[in-house]
C-alpha cells in the first residue's frame, strides 16, 4: 500500500488550496478514505472521510462547511478541496486507509496558512 500526497503549501487567510493523496497497492475503490491533520505540538486530528459505495462524507465541525472531500476511483486519488483557509488550519495533512487490519498513512503534506 502506498499513499502519496501532493498539493501543500502556504497560502494567505481566507485563500484555496487542494490537496490529492493519489493511493496504490489496493482495490481503491472498496475503502473508505480518509484525511487527517496534526497541527505543531498537536495530536493527529481526524479532518474527513470518504466511503466507497455510496460516496458518503463526514467533516470535522472544525471544517465543515470550508473543505470537500472527493474521491475518483478510475484514478485511485482522493482530493481535499479547502476553502476559506483560517490560520488554525496550518498542519501537516496525511491521507490515511485501513486495510486488512492495519492503518496506513501517506508522508504528509504541510499546509501553512499566514499573511
Given at each position: 500500500v502506498q499513499l502519496v500526497e501532493s498539493g501543500?503549501?502556504?497560502?494567505?487567510?481566507?485563500g484555496s488550496l487542494k490537496l490529492s493523496c493519489a493511493a496504490s497497492?489496493?482495490?481503491?475503490?472498496?475503502?473508505?478514505?480518509?484525511?487527517?491533520?496534526?497541527?505543531?505540538?498537536?495530536?493527529?486530528e481526524l479532518?474527513?472521510?470518504?466511503?466507497?459505495?455510496?460516496?458518503l462524507t463526514y467533516y470535522a465541525d472544525s471544517v465543515k462547511g470550508r473543505f470537500t472531500i472527493s474521491r475518483d476511483n478510475a484514478k485511485n486519488t482522493v482530493d481535499l478541496q479547502m476553502a476559506n483557509l483560517k490560520p488554525e488550519d496550518t498542519a501537516i495533512y496525511y491521507c490515511n486507509v485501513f486495510y486488512t487490519g492495519q492503518s496506513y498513512w501517506g508522508q504528509g503534506a504541510q499546509v501553512t496558512v499566514s499573511s
Open positions: 501543500g503549501g502556504l497560502v494567505q487567510p481566507g497497492g489496493f482495490a481503491f475503490s472498496r475503502y473508505g478514505m480518509r484525511w487527517y491533520r496534526q497541527a505543531p505540538g498537536k495530536g493527529r479532518v474527513a472521510t470518504i466511503s466507497s459505495i455510496p460516496e
